[in-house]
């Protein structure tokens, strides 16, 4: 191992408080490998390669109070590089517009090589270290990076651990028969093992990729492929593996990354005989990326995109004496699935219940929260949930689907994403604005429809931005885009409509978000309004901070934020019919005759004997204090 000296006491530190569980966690999935000294030169590497004002700034945000990541002040908006702006040196001239709405940190959807085809939307990387040549170059995300921190604004981009394109480097030389590399990825002779494994393995992609494994003729071997067979899965029981992708990490974190958004973590460890998820070896896994990354990157957070069960969601973060050293982030993807449920059912019973999962995240992780992002809607919150609050499961989720994908009649344009023809499980397709009604209101120029659109979609946002975590919009709903349907003619997106909701940004229509009385100025002034009025909030940081109301009735929800004595309440009414809900809930607000004001309307509100209820219109939410 080559020897090195670094004199900085900060990294002395952090390191002989990480050392013994550095050691702990790669010698219980490795054993006594000679890598571990390998593993111990990344660190220093890393260290070493970055650059002093990343150092400042790392320094910087280990003074604040909390966590940089828990304050109300950051929103974020998720993007395709190529779609919003075109290339990542047309990007500075478009931050002048999210400044404006409020946006002060970028997830730059994937940016690195991928073979035109068989992409998965840049989700198969052919290169780690190599951006994809339509959009720029490595030099040009680091000088976007520098225009980012100039503003002080964010950046977070994704790292594929569970997988590579099969045209990456270390697939050809496995494709080349060397021995070395087929050992990085799960190669089989014959189908036995794949047999046996699919056995407890579910689809992803059960329509456009069935199965788990994949022929390769020049190998005569069988790959597993568990997400698109273009998609050679990493064999993780491989320290190499281990190694090379943790130099990929830093990497990403030398670029000035702020966030590493860790995709589909729950893939990396496979086991026989399990569904080759959420396994304990996955979560050491995860927590020795996050050691490394606090010794040698320390300013960079981890976003893992886990979408899984909300009491699985829970050990993403780290149990134990682990907690909080595991994923800094993650997505609070059954808030989003639960916010879908309660806009097609008109009732908050199943969000409400979810909510009793959802409030054991510790303190010191946040979410990531989200209406709408670039992948599709999944309904996969648990039965119980659903049976809890009075419904069927199959036939409650039955119900949203077809009101989301036309199966039924309803103000929603929408469509089902792998549907598993043996299950009837699927996902859901569509833009915010068309699942909000927006399209079929446009298409029948139904003004009263096109406003309850709109309505919708601010109550979504609005619950979003407020509910706790770092809240995440998706580029194009801040304008009202409705479904793009152009992705039908290009053969390498038609066979997956979740590029009806990945529009290409017209930017003259975007000009309309400045002229008043159109539905995109209506939709982005109310956003915008929206982050101004959570940025002014302490409340909203994400501190542990929530409780959910008893609110005793079945269409309003609400939940009470505080800190320092400040409290504030936020009401939201999930109904198309006017609500009201009785003093006696409102009394837990403190007095029982008060006057409070809606920090969103700007109104008065009146709670006492004279004034016994709070009244609400379709889709009216309400932020009290």
């Known amino acids: 191992m080559k020897s090195y000296k670094i004199k900085d006491a900060g990294f002395q530190e952090r390191l002989t408080a990480n050392l013994d569980d550095i050691q702990h966690h790669f010698r219980a999935i490795y054993g006594d490998s000679p890598l571990f000294s390998d593993l111990i030169q990344t660190i220093f590497q890393a260290y070493t390669d970055r650059s002093p004002e990343l150092k400042k700034r790392d320094e910087a945000k280990a003074k604040k109070e909390e966590n940089w990541f828990l304050s109300q002040d950051l929103v974020g908006m998720s993007l395709y590089v190529d779609r919003f702006a075109g290339k990542i040196t047309d990007l500075p001239a478009k931050l002048p517009y999210l400044e404006k709405l409020g946006v002060n940190f970028l997830h730059l959807m994937p940016l690195f090589k991928s073979p035109e085809g068989e992409s998965d939307g840049g989700y198969a990387v052919e290169d780690f270290r190599v951006v994809e040549e339509k959009l720029g170059t490595i030099e040009d995300l680091r000088e976007f990076q520098k225009a980012l921190q100039q503003k002080d604004m964010y950046l977070m981009i994704d790292i594929v651990l569970n997988h590579t394109s099969h045209h990456h480097e270390w697939a050809k030389l496995a494709k080349a028969g060397i021995k070395e590399y087929q050992d990085y990825f799960y190669m089989y002779d014959d189908r036995r093992i794949p047999d046996a494994m699919e056995e407890t393995m579910p689809e992803i992609f059960p329509e456009s990729s069935p199965g788990s494994f994949t022929y390769d003729e020049k190998m005569d071997k069988w790959v597993m492929s568990v997400f698109h067979h273009y998609q050679w899965d990493l064999n993780y029981t491989n320290p190499k593996v281990f190694v090379e992708m943790l130099a990929n990490v830093f990497y990403y974190a030398n670029l000035g990354v702020d966030v590493v958004r860790i995709d589909a973590p729950a893939f990396i460890w496979k086991q026989m005989g399990t569904a080759c998820q959420n396994l304990p070896e996955a979560h050491q896994l995860l927590q020795l990326i996050k050691m490394c990354v606090e010794v040698a990157t320390p300013g960079m957070a981890i976003l893992g995109e886990a979408i899984v069960a909300p009491a699985q969601i829970m050990e993403y973060f780290g149990t134990g004496r682990f907690a909080t050293h595991e994923c800094d982030f993650a997505y609070n993807a059954t808030q989003m699935a639960v916010q879908w449920d309660a806009l097609a059912t008109g009732d908050i019973r199943v969000m409400r219940t979810a909510q009793n999962e959802l409030v054991r995240k510790p303190k010191g992780a946040t979410w990531l929260t989200y209406t709408r992002c670039h992948d ?92 706790g975590g770092v809240p995440m919009l998706f580029y194009g709903d801040e304008a009202a885009y409705t479904n793009d349907y152009t992705y039908l003619q290009d053969p390498g997106k038609s066979y997956d409509n979740r590029w009806m909701h990945r529009p290409i940004i017209d930017w003259e229509k975007n000009e309309a978000v400045d002229q008043k009385n159109t539905v995109e100025n209506q939709v982005f002034s109310n956003l915008q309004k929206l982050i101004k009025l959570r940025k002014s909030l302490k409340v909203v940081a994400d501190l542990k901070n929530i409780h959910w109301l008893e609110v005793h009735n079945n269409s309003i929800i609400g939940f009470e934020r505080y800190l320092n004595g400040e409290k504030v309440y936020f009401l939201f009414n999930f109904s198309a019919e006017p609500q009201e809900v009785t003093y006696y809930m409102l009394g837990a607000f403190g007095e029982r005759a008060t006057v409070m004001k809606d920090l969103w309307s700007g109104k008065t509100v009146q709670i006492g004997m004279d004034h016994d209820h709070l009244a609400f219109a379709p889709y009216q939410f309400y932020v009290l204090k």
């Open 376 to 467: 599709d809607i999944g309904l996969g919150y648990d039965d119980w949930m659903i049976e809890q609050s009075g419904f069927n499961p199959y036939d409650h989720r039955s119900y949203i689907k077809n009101y989301y994908s036309g199966g039924i009649e309803s103000p929603a344009t929408g469509a089902l994403f792998a549907v598993n023809p043996k299950t009837q499980d699927a996902r859901l397709s569509g833009s915010l604005a068309s699942l909000c009604g927006l399209e079929k209101a446009i298409a029948s120029k139904n003004a009263a429809a096109i406003q309850t659109s709109i309505d919708k979609i601010t109550m979504m946002q609005a619950q979003s931005l407020f509910v």
